[in-house]
C-alpha cells in the first residue's frame, strides 16, 4: 500500500476501507464535486450538505473507486467535516490529511490521500464562486 506507521493506524485505514463511513450520495446535496487522480485512476464524488446559515457542514457523503488509501482517507474525512465550517474546510492541507490517516504517505502515494479533501475544497470554492479555474483536483 506505500505506508508506514503503526499497526493501530494500518488497521483504522483497513477498516475504513473495508467498512466506509457515510458512503453513498445524498440526495439534494448543498454542492457535489467529482474529482480524481488521473496517475492512478482513483476516482471520489463528494455530497455537501451545509446548513442554513451556509457556513457549517451538516453532512458529508463520498462514492467512488481506488485504492485502500484514497476510499479510507475519503471515509475518514466524512466523518471530520461534519461540523466544521466551510473555512475550516478550505484551510485542511497535505499535513492535516496525513496526520488524520496517521501513517507515513509515500510521495506516489500523496494524491491518493489528499483526493478527497480537494475535491471537497473543490466543491465549496466552485459553490462559492470562488474556483480558479487554473486550480485542479489532482495539485497537491
Known amino acids: 500500500m ?7 493506524y494500518r488497521q483504522q485505514i483497513l477498516d475504513h476501507y473495508k467498512n466506509p463511513r457515510n458512503a453513498g450520495s445524498i440526495e439534494d446535496p448543498t454542492f457535489s464535486h467529482v474529482g480524481e487522480n488521473p496517475m492512478c485512476g482513483d476516482e471520489i464524488r463528494m455530497d455537501v450538505v451545509l ?3 451556509e457556513e457549517t457542514i451538516e453532512r458529508v457523503a463520498f462514492d467512488g473507486d481506488g485504492c485502500a488509501i484514497s476510499q ?7 466523518e471530520r467535516l461534519q ?6 474546510l ?10 488524520m490517516l496517521g501513517v507515513d504517505i509515500s510521495p ?12 471537497a ?12 479555474l487554473d486550480r485542479t483536483t489532482t495539485e497537491e
Do not use: H, N, P
Open 2 to 8: 506505500g505506508i508506514g506507521g503503526s499497526d493501530m
Open 51 to 53: 446548513s442554513e446559515d
Open 72 to 78: 479510507a482517507s475519503a471515509s475518514m474525512l466524512t
Open 83 to 88: 461540523g466544521m465550517t466551510v473555512e475550516e
Open 90 to 99: 478550505e484551510a485542511l492541507d497535505r499535513d492535516d490529511i496525513t496526520e
Open 108 to 119: 506516489m502515494r500523496v494524491k491518493c490521500a489528499v483526493l478527497a479533501e480537494k475535491v
Open 121 to 132: 475544497q473543490d466543491g465549496a470554492e466552485i459553490y462559492f464562486g470562488e474556483k480558479d
